[in-house]
Structures are given as structure tokens and as C-alpha cells.
């Protein structure tokens, strides 16, 4: 990965025993803070962002990155690109459609964020717009707004999405957005699907993009 981040945070839950023990065993520990999130079996990932976050306030900006998102190194560039500008963005890829349901996102002419959300049901008006690619980046002056905004959502009711945050944010701060081609970014659900990522990731060849 090219990037380089101050520092780390790794939100576990449902068998955090098993994820302590296997981080321990890495050489690259030291680099990373587990956090325990008690509440897993109601969060839907809302209270995880919270609490990573406020562990990083006063430190610059966060990237959020799904767990189960895998990015090949070309898509790790655009991400480091994009992050030397320190400004908010959200990461998407292919557009949401029949086959492409989920979190989507619609942007204007000059890639602002205009309107996000999560339909898992295909809506036709939907068609077209962007789909949510599994990372978010809140920079350093639009951490504390965003933190703001999560917490008080978190608060009342933590069956929420991590960027749900964002929604009627405009009156507070601007989001980007970035686009990664298809082949660049994939998502697993199993250990099986995982080392199949990595073998179609590892089989394209950059001079095939």
C-alpha cells in the first residue's frame, strides 16, 4: 500500500479474541490500535466509524476503509493522489443497477457530492448513479463537523451506515468524488472469496488496464 497513515485502528466485534491473536502475531502490530466494539450485534457499522474516529480526532484526517474492500496498488495510488489534496471525498465504482444495488452516489458536472444513500432494493430512478466503492475520507477541517454529525445519529440509533453522516451535510462541508475502475477494487464476504480476489488481482496486468 502506498500510503503511509500515522496510525491505525482496526474496529472488531464478533470474535475479537481470534482478530487480537492474529495482530499480535503480525510484525506490524505495534503499528495498530484494536478497538472493541461492545455493541456489534446491533451496530450496523455506524458506532464502529464512531468510534475510530474519536480516536483519531486532533490527529488530521481519517480514511475509512471497509473490511472487506480490496484495493490492487493502481487503486491505492489514485487513493494517495487524491489524499495529498486534504479534501473530504468518497470513493465509487461501476454505477448502481439491477446487478449493482446498495450504497449509491450521485454527484454534479465537477464530481461534488450531492445525494448518497443505501437501496439494496433496485429502484429505476436510481440507474445510473454511482455505486459506493467501500471508502470515505473525512480531512483534518471537516473532522470535528463530521464527528459531530455521527455521534448524534449514533446516539439515537446505531442500525445506521458509517456514511449516513453525510447526508444533509451541505450546509457544513463539500465531498469528492473518486472514481476507481472496476477492475481496480473488489469486495469478499469468506476467507475463499478473499484468496480469489487476490488471485484475479494478482493476474491483471497494468498493462491490460
Known sequence: MPINPNKISIVGGYGI?????????????KQVNLINNEKYADDRNIYSAFK??????????????????YLTNEAW?????????????????????KENTGGFVVSDNADNLIKLGYQPKYLNELDGAHRMAGML??????????????????????DRYYFESLIDFEDKFSIKIISLPENFISAFNTKEEYYETLKTANSIKSTDI
Open 17 to 29: 479474541n481470534h482478530l487480537s491473536e492474529y495482530i499480535n502475531s503480525c510484525y506490524w502490530r
Open 52 to 69: 475510530a474516529q474519536k480516536n483519531h480526532l486532533g490527529e488530521g484526517g481519517v480514511l475509512f476503509v471497509e473490511t472487506d474492500t
Open 77 to 97: 495510488q489514485i487513493i494517495e493522489n487524491a489524499l495529498l489534496k486534504q479534501e473530504s471525498f468518497i470513493t465509487v465504482s461501476k454505477n448502481y443497477s
Open 137 to 158: 475520507f473525512i480531512s483534518s477541517k471537516d473532522m470535528q463537523k463530521d464527528f459531530e454529525l455521527r455521534k448524534k445519529l449514533a446516539y439515537k440509533d446505531i
